[in-house]
């Protein structure tokens, strides 16, 4: 006799305990919760995740994964690698749509900071957010839409802003979350930001500079694009 398939996948059901979480928070929040939330016994989650703890663990434990793909969204969704940065404002609308939401959310934060085991998770997670930034600062910088700077430093800048903005949209409430995160954003990166026009002359004149190297031959072009690629990495 074949096993009954399952009614959701994992990932269904871990998106489903973070819309609880949203709505509850972390410490008030049971397994039977999350059982509503997806259309499943709790006995279902307990023979699938162990405990409510294992689960917790199990919706920490994929956030680097979900981290990378918000950053694919947005390089794909913008115009740009700027536009693409000044969007992360909207990613943390995932944080939830009111105060109360957020704080909800945020309640999580007490957990990684105090067991070990969830913090090893955050420590990833906040680590692959920085590693998506400072990949976006770079790009930005090397088609003339940033200038020169320290791409590491400006990620831990942008990423602290982005937090900090959070919480200060839930103390004043004033407009909507994503405007208020994406200002901030935009107070942090106008010193570094280059005008469109002054950026399409700088990736023309890396064109022109390339075509150049190009009509002296194959191999000189090869050991350029060799230092280029060097350079970049």
């Excluded at 871990?14 to 006995?43: C, H, M």
């Excluded at 995932?94 to 900071?113: H, K, R, V, W, Y």
């Excluded at 770079?138 to 959070?166: F, I, P, T, W, Y």
Aim: net charge positive; charged share 20%.
């Amino acid at each position: 006799m074949s096993p009954r398939p399952r009614l959701a996948s994992d990932e269904e059901i871990l998106a489903g305990a973070l819309r609880a979480i949203t709505r509850l928070g972390p410490v008030r929040l049971t397994l039977a919760d999350v059982a509503r939330e997806v259309g499943l016994s709790p006995a279902a989650l307990v023979q699938r995740f162990g405990s409510k703890r294992q689960l917790l663990l199990a919706l920490a434990g994929q956030a680097p994964e979900g981290n990378d793909a918000l950053f694919r969204s947005l390089r794909e969704a913008n115009p740009s690698y700027l536009q693409a940065l000044l969007a992360m404002a909207d990613c943390m609308a995932l944080m939830g749509a009111t105060p109360e939401e957020i704080s909800n959310t945020l309640a999580f934060l007490q957990i990684d900071l105090t067991d070990p085991e969830f913090h090893r998770l955050a420590l990833r997670s906040s680590a692959s957010v920085h590693a998506g930034i400072r990949a976006l600062i770079k790009d930005a910088v090397r088609e003339g839409e940033l200038a020169r700077c320290n791409a590491d430093r400006l990620a831990h800048a942008l990423q602290a802003a982005m937090n900090g903005s959070l919480l200060n949209w839930a103390i004043h409430r004033q407009g909507t979350l994503q405007a208020w995160i994406r200002r901030d954003l935009e107070t942090v990166l106008a010193p570094y930001a280059i005008p469109a026009k002054s950026a399409r002359k700088r990736r023309q004149g890396a064109a022109g500079a390339r075509g150049a190297a190009g009509a002296k031959g194959a191999s000189g072009a090869k050991g350029g694009a060799g230092a280029r690629g060097a350079a970049g990495s």
